[in-house]
């Protein structure tokens, strides 16, 4: 199941800004933060490809999601101007920010290369 993050749940499950300059995932597994707004088109037709990915990859990685609008301060915090922007968390090394509604295979090639899970 997708998770809708607050800066709150996002500092503890993703990553926590405030303390660590250096990027420290928090996570137990790889994640795939979707922010995103109701009011983005792209972003809707994003959403049961997610939901698909999240029950496909359940106990493999986490899904969250975050609304722009809601949390400017995260979206701030890691530069969205564009929607929808995903953030892949690998468990171990640096994330990646892909932009726009990408295809489910892409979502798939891309979990599979930079978080290192296969289905």
């Excluded at 994640?31 to 972003?43: E, I, K, Q, R, S």
Aim: aromatic share 10%.
């Amino acid at each position: 199941m997708v998770e809708h993050l607050t800066k709150a749940t996002f500092l503890e499950k993703v990553f926590n800004f405030e303390e660590n300059k250096e990027w420290k995932f928090e996570g137990k597994r790889p994640a795939l933060v979707d922010f995103y707004a109701d009011w983005c088109g792209p972003c809707k037709m994003l959403a049961p490809v997610l939901e698909q990915l999240s029950k496909e990859y359940e106990g493999k990685i986490d899904i969250y999601k975050i609304d722009t609008e809601a949390e400017q301060e995260l979206s701030a915090a890691f530069g969205i101007r564009s929607i929808p922007s995903m953030l892949f968390c690998p468990a171990e090394g640096e994330p990646q920010m892909a932009n726009g509604a990408l295809p489910k295979a892409d979502l798939e090639r891309v979990i599979a290369e930079v978080l290192k899970i296969a289905k």
